[in-house]
């Protein structure tokens, strides 16, 4: 036992490491650009369905944004709760910004990707910067964005946020949730990450429209509730240059009124069942909980066995690895601190979720989701 226990251990630090590696070059945050930044222009697209509760603050960053921004297309799929009328208010402040109705879905498509669809058709800049109703863009986001693209020649790239007025029981929750993807995905911006691994946010989103429409549009990922990450691999898988940044410092999200929607939002498509194969799915989940799940509860009954395990190599390698397991935990919630508002107690002490993490990721795996925002598609296969 305690030889497998050794062995399971080393293969499942070195996996890690060897996912992780890349994160030695990893990029510093994205600055804006509140100047502007000449060229091409840029089309902002946001989709909606009741979110007048929380769409004050993007209205505020999109108005907030300068060249290249040449348009802003809110694309809303039939709001009853006010949120046509607080854009409608917004774009007499700005003219860029046009207020959108999309198409009754069509069979077999997921609301979001038939909205961002529709916007990305209408759009008249080279540029597509999808933004969620939930994010905030400092002045400048739009053109150190795309500044970032060009820089690194991205034809689609997409950033991660700063995550701002969590409770403190989602500030000890969700960065073990979003370690799971870190897990699974590898070091953030590591250009050796393979199509079937690359990741995205659709929360900040840069794509040149052209090669998004030559590729299909959303068409090919009609049909997933994670159509970011589908999207993705689906461009990496035909050649197109695709980048994930650090866009910390460029706009934040409040994305969630609670543990409880939290809970439910982040697991309708933590697993990524709709952009990874079953098989690499089925690994993925039973690395994250061995890796990360396991290992503070592993760790507490190693340290009350110590003593009575045999002297020699394999208790000595044991002993290595699970220091390495944790270790690389906590270096991980370190490197994360900047994507954090606020953190305080609850947020150092997240690793310590790591178990539920898991649970939740076991539970997102097995089960396909029914239901995104106000929107019930009847049956769960309609979502692949």
């Known amino acids: 036992m305690l030889l497998a226990l050794t062995l399971l251990q080393s293969v499942l630090a070195a996996l890690l490491v060897l996912r992780l590696m890349g994160g030695r070059t990893r990029r510093p945050a994205e600055a804006p650009l509140p100047q ?16 007048a509760k929380r769409i004050a603050p993007c209205l505020r ?6 060249a290249p921004v040449r348009e802003i297309l809110v694309v809303d799929s039939g709001s009853t709760d006010g949120t046509r009328e607080l854009v409608l208010a917004a774009a007499q402040r700005d003219p860029r910004i046009r207020l ?24 008249s800049q080279p540029w597509v910067l999808g933004m969620d109703a939930d994010t905030e863009a400092a002045p400048g986001c739009a053109a150190a964005v795309l500044a970032a693209a060009r820089r690194e020649g991205f ?15 989602e500030r000890w929750l969700q960065p073990a949730l979003l370690v ?8 953030v911006g590591d250009p050796r990450v393979k199509p079937a691994r690359v990741i995205a946010n659709g929360q900040c989103f840069l794509l040149k429209r052209e090669v998004l429409l030559a590729n299909g549009g959303y068409a090919p990922v009609k049909d997933s509730f994670a159509e970011d990450v589908s999207l993705v691999r689906h461009l990496a898988r ?12 460029l706009y934040t999200v409040r994305s969630y009124t609670g543990i409880a929607q939290m809970w439910r939002e982040w697991g309708r498509s933590l697993d990524l069942k709709d952009a990874t194969g079953k098989a690499r799915q089925t690994f993925d989940t039973l690395f994250v909980a061995l890796a990360q799940g396991l290992q503070w509860p592993l ?8 003593p009575s395990l045999p002297s020699g190599p394999a208790r000595t390698a044991l002993g290595v690895s699970t220091g390495v397991l944790l270790g690389i935990r906590w270096m991980l919630l370190f490197a994360l601190r900047g994507s954090y508002a606020r953190r305080g107690l609850t947020w150092w002490l997240s690793p310590f979720a790591d178990p539920i993490a898991a649970v939740r990721l076991v539970i997102s795996s097995v089960r396909r989701p029914k239901q995104w925002r ?5 049956v769960a296969s309609d979502a692949r």
């Not at 009754?104 to 979001?112: A, D, F, S």
């Not at 799971?180 to 070091?187: D, K, Q, Y």
């Not at 035909?238 to 410092?249: A, E, M, N, W």
């Open 36 to 51: 502007g930044l000449e060229g091409e222009g840029l089309t902002m697209i946001v989709a909606t369905l009741n979110e």
């Open 61 to 66: 960053g999109l108005e907030a944004q300068g």
């Open 100 to 123: 959108l109705t999309d198409p009754p879905l069509p069979e077999g498509w997921i609301g979001k990707a038939w909205a961002l669809q529709y916007g990305t058709e209408q759009a």
């Open 155 to 169: 034809d689609a790239v997409s950033f991660a946020p700063r995550f701002d007025g969590q409770s403190a029981a």
């Open 180 to 187: 799971t993807l870190i897990f699974r995905s590898g070091a």
């Open 238 to 249: 035909g050649g197109v240059p695709v980048g994930f940044l650090d866009g910390s410092r």
């Open 299 to 306: 760790a507490v009954i190693i340290a009350m066995v110590w």
């Open 374 to 378: 106000s929107r019930t598609y009847a």
